[in-house]
């Protein structure tokens, strides 16, 4: 038989170019049946990695609320497209610690190459709906009333609300808190502490525990706080912070907003306090290995400060946060072990300074007394750094986000139990021997 020769040959050829199509088709309907939707494949991923954050307004976690919700398909589905490029890129979920520490901190957020894909093949192919029932997603703090900690045994509201005023820009104000009742009269061991902005205008907020006489820099007197994109301080069972009988409570608050003519709001931000209910063997501590002398030249694109500290007794890390402003690039935790090992506690990469994380240990971090801490911090002062509000200007020490800062925050505990006795500050410094800045 030849077609060829046959009239209809060109006819024919169509034909099969059309089965050849519906073979396609049928091949793609097929697969059509293991194409990623919404219900089947992305909204289980929303639940577990996005919706902490990405949730309607009104609930909002340590100021991580994100601009927009996806806990519907109609919330999601607009969104395909940038959710893919997003994770693509590693933006989200936020998270900045570099790859090699996958696994070690309990509050990571991360996805595997699966899931990633999974958000990509979702967009690729039209970001199905599935079938089934749209029901929204949980979310898992709402039964709190927006705590992520659970039901507070306490919450401590600022006593009347705070006016900030139109003019402000930058306003740091400290506040005295009355201390509830069930403070006032016992020591009490605080198992988990959550914070709620009251305005849009808190940037950051800290909250203090003043022994009589006592001062904010004392060691141990922060009780925690929030900045942007931190999360609920939870302690692991058996440890948990101390509250001195006979302590005050001070708030300090750093306000920040655009200046102007009706910008002025009012706030009462607040905190949350869940008390342990085991017995507790570990006093965690809240300290810092820090430095103040630092100096960073205009344009530096690559400038580093370090400082140090030996701890005397077995300790155990129960999490690490780097903190510094607009010019951080990144940072580093290394411990070095009395038999000379090393180990990189904490890399971040690409610090950025709209999340700050605390990065807490999945199981408490032993270190063994005579262990080297030392934390080295880099800035871009360059105009490189797109956020960089002045790359002409030498950078020194000081609270407005304008200048810098560099503070390596731990919370640690005395590794024996029992044993409450503070450390003491974090001062032994060796200025000379890990200083690029020229420290004395
Ligand atoms: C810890 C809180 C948090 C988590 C978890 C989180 N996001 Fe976000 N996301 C934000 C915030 C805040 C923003 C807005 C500011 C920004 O872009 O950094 C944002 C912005 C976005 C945007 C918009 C980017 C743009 O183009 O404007 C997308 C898309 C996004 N997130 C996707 C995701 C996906 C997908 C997940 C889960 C895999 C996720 N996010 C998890 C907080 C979070």
Not at 297 to 320: Q, W
Not at 402 to 419: I, Q, R, V, W, Y
Request: aromatic share 10%; proline share 8%.
């Amino acid at each position: 038989m030849s077609r060829q020769s046959h009239p209809t040959s060109s006819f024919s050829f169509v034909a099969l170019g059309v089965v050849t199509l519906l073979g396609v088709l049928a091949t793609s309907a097929s697969a059509a049946d293991a194409e990623v939707t919404y219900l089947d494949d992305l909204k289980p991923l929303l639940s577990e990695h996005c919706t902490t954050c990405h949730r309607p307004a009104g609930l909002n976690l340590g100021g991580m609320v994100a601009p927009m919700p996806f806990t519907t398909y109609a919330e999601a589905r607009p969104w395909a497209r940038a959710m893919a490029r997003m994770v693509e890129s590693g933006d989200m979920p936020p998270w900045h610690a570099s790859a090699e520490h996958r696994g070690q901190f309990r509050n990571e957020r991360s996805l595997t190459d699966a899931e990633v894909e999974t958000f990509v093949e979702w967009a690729k192919s039209g970001a199905a709906r599935g079938d089934g029932d749209d029901s929204p997603i949980i979310l898992a703090s709402t039964s709190h009333d927006g705590w992520s900690i659970g039901e507070p045994d306490l919450v401590i509201v600022m006593p009347e609300p705070f006016l900030v005023g139109d003019d402000v820009e930058d306003l740091y104000v400290d506040i005295e808190v009355p201390v509830p009742e069930e403070l006032a009269n016992s020591d009490r061991w605080i198992q988990a502490l959550e914070f709620k902005a009251g305005s849009s205008a808190v940037h950051h907020m800290i909250a203090y525990s003043l022994a009589p006489g006592g001062s904010k820099i004392d060691p141990g007197a922060m009780m925690g706080g929030i900045a942007p994109g931190t999360d609920a301080d939870r302690f692991p069972e058996g440890y948990a912070r101390l509250w001195e009988k006979g302590s005050s409570i001070l708030f300090e608050l750093h306000y920040h907003k655009e200046p102007g003519q009706g910008s002025a709001v009012e706030d009462q931000s607040m905190m949350a306090i869940k008390f342990a209910d085991t017995p507790v063997r570990h006093r965690v501590m809240n300290d810092n290995i820090s430095r103040y002398d630092f100096q960073i030249p205009p344009g530096a694109a690559s400038h580093e400060v370090s400082a140090a500290y030996t701890f005397e007794k077995d300790v155990e890390l129960i999490s690490l946060s780097p903190h510094m402003h607009l010019r951080g690039s990144s940072a580093k935790y290394m411990a070095t072990y009395p038999d000379g090992r090393s180990e990189m506690l904490l890399y971040v990469p690409r610090y950025d300074f709209n999340w700050q994380t605390s990065y807490f240990y999945d199981e408490p971090k032993r270190l063994p007394a005579g262990t080297r801490v030392e934390v080295v911090m880099e800035y871009d002062n360059s105009a490189d750094n797109p956020a960089n509000p002045d790359p002409s200007i030498a950078v020194t020490y000081g609270e407005p986000t304008t200048d810098e800062m560099m503070n390596g925050f731990l919370n640690f505990t005395n590794a024996a139990p029992d044993d409450f006795e503070m450390e003491g500050p974090l001062t032994d410094i060796d200025w000379t021997a890990f200083s690029s800045s020229g420290a004395p």
